[in-house]
């Protein structure tokens, strides 16, 4: 798809942030499993369940600007999950060390996921597309919360539990 105008970027960013979405929610109980530290593992398995409301919204706008939901390869998940794939294959058995690295791949997706929702927000705005920029604003704030708790868990134990040796 050409991006020749404003909304074509628009629609262009749409669909790859439903792509994006709609991968987390196969990434992100696997992070759950994953995660030793309990508020961790409670932080991804709440955070899947917002993510199928993040799809259930993008659904909405696509329908308010008049299109048909439709995701497109969005190779910036691919890497960030890869990373998160690649993290639990080094360290195969739980461990704060572990749940220090899926927190910081956590935040990076949670960062790349503000950074559109950013864009598209303001991007609605500037269309005229009401409705999406009021959808798309709701799912920015709870990307941004969402990064908060991560931050807030690294910052309360696991980043203390993870500099302690090995035994």
């Known amino acids: 798809m050409a991006t020749n ?13 439903y792509y994006a979405e709609r991968r987390l929610l196969k990434a992100l109980p696997k992070m759950a499993r994953a ?16 993510t199928q409301q993040h799809v259930e919204r993008l659904q909405q706008v696509f329908e308010v600007i ?26 195969p058995t739980p461990s704060a060390v572990r749940d220090a690295g899926l927190i910081a791949c956590g935040q990076a997706v949670e960062h790349y996921e503000i950074a559109r929702y950013g864009a598209l927000t303001s991007w609605a705005k ?20 969402a990064d908060r708790l991560l931050g807030q ?5 696991v980043n203390r539990e993870a500099l302690r040796p090995a035994a």
């Open 126 to 145: 500037g269309l005229g597309h009401t409705e999406a920029e009021t959808l798309l604003h709701l799912t920015l704030t709870e990307e941004k919360a």
């Open 66 to 91: 008049g299109q048909r939901p439709r995701g497109k390869t969005c190779e910036a998940i691919e890497g960030l999950v890869g990373e998160a794939e690649e993290l639990l294959g080094e360290a």
């Open 35 to 50: 995660a030793q530290n309990a508020d961790l593992k409670q932080a991804f398995t709440d955070h899947r369940e917002e």
């Open 153 to 157: 868990i690294a910052a309360g134990s």
């Open 5 to 17: 105008s404003l909304h074509d970027l628009f629609l262009s960013t749409l669909r790859d942030v």
